[in-house]
């Protein structure tokens, strides 16, 4: 699962490599780090990503379940001729004492409800507009 692949991550599951970007972020103090490359296919599989997180965060809060950390990895791949995107995958590392049982309700109610995978998911025009 590495072809443009992205990693996000808060709290205790913050990356600690020197190479990551930290930007400020709602659900926790110290900020979320982000390791991608800046290309547009990266930047599309960032944005199911960061969604992820923050969306676990979010719907624990509902839920009152407790969150150390969450690291969110999100890849997928290209017709390289088209462009047209295989698909995106990812997988969610969550560090809570919440049960695990808890910790699948939450994220099966995250992959339900994350807008930018949604969004995804169901396709979108995206038209250039005239100047």
Do not use: K
């Not at 939450?106 to 949604?118: G, S, W």
């Amino acid at each position: 699962m590495d072809e443009f692949e992205v990693v996000v991550g808060a709290g205790s599951l913050r990356s600690a490599r020197g190479e990551a970007v930290r930007f400020p972020h709602r659900w926790t103090p110290e900020g979320v780090t982000v390791e991608a490359d800046f290309t547009g296919a990266h930047l599309l599989h960032l944005a199911a990503a960061g969604c992820v997180l923050n969306d676990v965060y979010r719907e624990a809060a509902a839920l009152d379940l407790p969150v150390d950390g969450v690291r969110v990895t999100a890849a997928g791949g290209f017709d390289m001729s088209t462009w047209a995107s295989s698909g995106i995958t990812y997988r969610v590392e969550l560090a809570s004492p919440a049960s695990p049982t808890d910790q699948a309700a939450l994220l099966a109610r995250v992959d339900e409800v994350a807008e930018i995978p949604r969004a995804i998911r169901a396709g979108a025009p995206v038209e250039r507009q005239p100047r």
